[in-house]
């Protein structure tokens, strides 16, 4: 199947500070990319989508101006967590679809973020 | 609504048939999906069924699939210690996944 990479895969940082996430796909053109969030033994939360070139749609309840989305290219989208807080510790999940891989899902293997 | 439920836990002795539950309340997915999670890592698809079938069958993984009660179940034959994860259905309404909640399989020897 088509391959979905994250950087980084862990990562702490101090409260207040900004933390940038990236998501590519590596071998397929990605038209759209979710960003998906999981608490501990729960499932996955879709928090947005993204289209190549436009503004990302998010779900409801989730902060645009917190979790800022861009999908300039094809093969890249990243999530900054602005002004991380606590609260904001989970692990962070991307997939991706699109071009040849067709309407499958592939997921990235995740990112975990603590905040102190 | 969009609830796709799941029990939490099962624990089978390894050589031993799994079966994972799942309902949903969309009786609009086209699809419904079967993915696995390991410890720390993203989902990988194990197995889809189309939503007029009954049945799926994959290796050692059998899907069936109840429309009339949306009921969705996965079977794992001869359940190895490296099926040990959790495992999520998700159904597919209009255009994003709905995950379970998810089940934890703890395979022992």
């Known amino acids: 199947g088509a391959v979905v990479s994250q950087h980084p895969s862990r990562v702490i940082c101090k409260s207040g500070t900004s933390v940038k996430i990236e998501c590519r796909s590596l071998?397929?053109?990605?038209?759209?990319m979710f960003w998906y969030r999981q608490f501990p033994k729960q499932s996955l939360m879709l928090m947005a989508t993204?289209?190549?070139?436009?503004?990302?749609?998010?779900e409801q309840g989730v902060e645009k101006d917190k979790f800022l989305i861009n999908h300039a290219s094809l093969t890249l989208s990243t999530l900054t967590v602005t002004s991380a807080h606590p609260e904001d510790s989970s692990f962070y999940i991307c997939?991706?679809?699109?071009?040849?891989?067709?309407?499958?899902?592939?997921f990235g293997p995740g990112t975990r973020l603590t905040v102190l | 609504g969009e609830d796709v439920e799941q029990s939490l836990f099962l624990s089978v002795r390894e050589g031993d048939s799994s079966v994972i539950n799942c309902t949903y309340t969309?009786?609009?997915?086209?699809?419904l999906y079967w993915y696995k999670q390991e410890p720390g890592a993203g989902l990988q698809l194990l197995t889809y069924?189309?939503?007029?079938?009954d049945m799926k069958q994959d290796q050692r993984l059998t899907v069936l699939l109840n429309k009339k009660d949306k009921h969705l179940s996965l079977r794992i034959a001869d359940t190895q210690t490296g099926d040990s994860a959790i495992y999520f259905c998700?159904?597919?309404?209009?255009?994003?996944?709905?995950f379970g909640t998810g089940t934890r399989l703890q395979v022992f020897p």
């Open positions: 993204s289209n190549e070139g436009s503004k990302a749609t998010y």
């Open positions: 997939s991706a679809r699109g071009g040849l891989a067709g309407d499958e899902q592939f």
């Open positions: 998700a159904e597919f309404p209009t255009d994003k996944l709905i």
């Open positions: 069924i189309f939503s007029n079938m």
């Open positions: 969309d009786s609009s997915s086209t699809y």
């Open positions: 071998d397929f053109q990605a038209t759209t």
